[in-house]
């Protein structure tokens, strides 16, 4: 089953502030909806533990995640390939930052394929499930500046 993400949101932090958080495995930990870790495995290359649920379909995941055509700040590949007890998935998406007012918006878009049990939860599921996970990830991604604003003032 095929699944198309793209949008944008605008993140209360710098270009540079913000390229420096998505590049950073800890940040990335907190903000990734059900990640449980994220392990450097070589330069730009991590291992990823996750647990997850979809609809009534549950279970943990174990992936790869690399970055690639990297032009800091302003914009990265990358690429994810993932299975465990509920199915199994790959992808590719984009993200460019560019200044917007206060802060920096980031532009992204990605495509994957997803197989096994989770896909049989039906692609509007997955559609809508992939918009709420994301939208998970930009608010906490949110919160770790608005922590750091708080401490920084």
Not at 28 to 51: F, H, N, W
Not at 94 to 101: A, K, L, M, S, V
């Amino acid at each position: 089953m095929k699944l198309d993400i793209s949008g944008s949101e605008t993140i209360p932090a710098s270009v540079e502030a913000l390229w420096v958080a998505l590049n950073d495995p800890a940040v990335l930990t907190r903000c990734i909806p059900g990640c449980k870790s994220m392990t450097e495995t070589a330069p730009d290359s991590y291992k990823v533990e996750m647990q997850l649920r979809v609809a009534a379909v549950g279970g943990t995941f174990e992936g790869a995640v690399s970055l690639s055509d990297k032009d800091e700040p302003k914009s990265c590949n990358i690429q994810v390939s993932g299975s465990g007890s509920i199915g199994h998935g790959t992808g590719t998406a984009r993200f460019d930052i560019e200044p917007d007012g206060n802060g920096a918006k980031l532009i992204y878009r990605g495509n994957g394929e997803i197989g096994g049990l989770v896909a049989g939860v039906g692609q509007r599921i997955l559609s809508s499930v992939s918009k709420h996970l994301i939208g998970r990830f930009f608010v906490a991604l949110r919160k770790e500046f608005e922590t750091e604003n708080k401490a920084a003032g």
